[in-house]
């Protein structure tokens, strides 16, 4: 049946095995992030033959289940818990990135409760404005508080760089993150097994040789998973890196010439949005079975056969112009998609798209 979204954790292992090998170089440990996955088994046992370091994902409900066949790796969770989180968070996750005092605190509670030592990183704001204390240097009077508490134990600092602000990571912020892991050992006599640099996007630093020393922990996830968007958005391209792990597969449920700009009176689609036009004239348009409500963001599909063009779609339709498609397409004929990460996120949840495991075990 289709729609059908191919996955291949062979390609995946091969890019886990060279984004650890960049790492290793550089006395950096591994998180695999695998939440742009959804945790897919498979993709996660590739993570780990990969030679993942942590396993990291983002949401806390998924843990159980990870917990369930992740046994030998230390699983970190990425997203800040709530307040209603704790419970799960203390029985699941080895390992939380946090910023919020009172929240360890809970952790430290319920960890009593549990009878397990919870380790925390402890997250800094360098100007990207998602999680993190601020001002950064703030962090020294939490960690007085953090070692005060019997169950938590500080692993280490982190920071988050390049996803809401959309603020790159440099020497300048993350020499501040290296700055105070230095400043936080010298000042408690202790140790920080972690001090987290961030995720794919901090790679550019460590490809230009441009990494401060001290940092000796990544949370990567798109560049293994895909290894798309840092080639396009940022144009580092990585040695080796397999960019087709994931293949789209759709199929067409209607061909047909028809004029390229609607008409009666223009309103509002779908979505409310009111859409524009350019008149090219009679053109051969196909409608495939997958829709917004799979992938969301039909741009950011990348159709694998020449002269085909991603025109627009509706929840349940993606709508492609074929007039440039030099063989005979038919009704069910199957077109064949790359993803960037959005999609990705998507498709791999989405219940209404078939999942199938390509060459695997
Ligand atoms: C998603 C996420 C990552 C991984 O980001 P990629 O761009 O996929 O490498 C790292 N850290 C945190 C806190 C995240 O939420």
Redesign the pocket.
């Known amino acids: 049946m289709y729609p059908k979204l191919e996955v291949y954790p062979g390609k995946i292992k091969n890019n886990t095995e060279i984004i650890k090998k960049l790492c290793k170089k550089n006395n950096i440990k591994l ?1 695999v ?1 695998s ?2 996955a959804n945790n897919i088994p498979e993709v996660v046992e590739a993570l780990i033959a990969g030679g993942a370091d942590y396993l ?1 994902d ?1 949401r806390i409900k998924r843990f159980k289940k990870l917990r369930s066949f992740v046994k030998n790796l230390p699983l970190m969770l ?2 800040i818990p709530g307040p209603g989180e704790i419970k799960e968070v203390i029985k699941y996750a080895d390992i939380s ?1 946090n910023s919020e005092i009172e929240i360890i605190k809970l952790l430290n509670e319920e960890a009593k409760i549990q009878s397990k030592m919870h380790k925390i990183v402890y ?1 800094l704001e360098l100007g990207d404005l ?2 993190g204390v601020y001002p950064a240097e703030k962090v020294i009077e939490k960690i007085k508080e953090v070692n005060k508490l019997s169950n938590i134990s500080l692993e280490g600092i ?1 920071t ?1 760089l ?2 809401y602000g959309g603020i790159k990571p440099d020497e300048k912020n993350l020499g501040k993150l290296s700055d105070l892991a230095k400043k936080i050992e010298k000042q408690f006599n202790q140790k920080l097994n972690i001090v ?1 640099g ?4 901090s790679l550019p630093l460590l490809l230009d040789d441009k990494m401060p020393k001290k940092i000796n922990n ?8 895909l290894g798309r ?2 080639e396009s958005l940022w144009d580092y391209n990585i040695k080796g890196i397999k960019k087709d792990t994931f293949i789209l597969k759709a199929e067409i449920i209607e061909l047909k010439d028809k004029p390229s700009k609607p008409f009666g009176q223009p309103f509002v689609d779908a979505f409310g949005h009111k859409p524009s036009f350019e008149d090219h004239g009679k053109r051969k348009r196909a409608i495939l079975g997958i829709g917004k409500a799979d992938f969301v963001y039909p741009d950011q599909l990348i159709p694998l056969k020449e002269g085909i063009e991603i025109l627009g779609a509706s929840s349940d339709h993606l709508i492609v112009d074929v007039e440039d498609v030099e063989e005979d397409l038919s009704l069910g004929d199957i077109i064949n998609f790359n993803l960037f ?1 959005g999609p990705m996120l998507y498709l791999t949840a989405s219940s209404l798209v078939e999942k199938e495991i390509i060459n695997w075990r």
């Open positions: 998180a992030v939440k742009g990291a983002s990425l997203r990135l997250m998602r999680e982190g988050n390049s996803c987290s961030g995720s794919t996007t990544l949370r990567i996830g798109e560049s293994i998973l968007d840092i990460y």
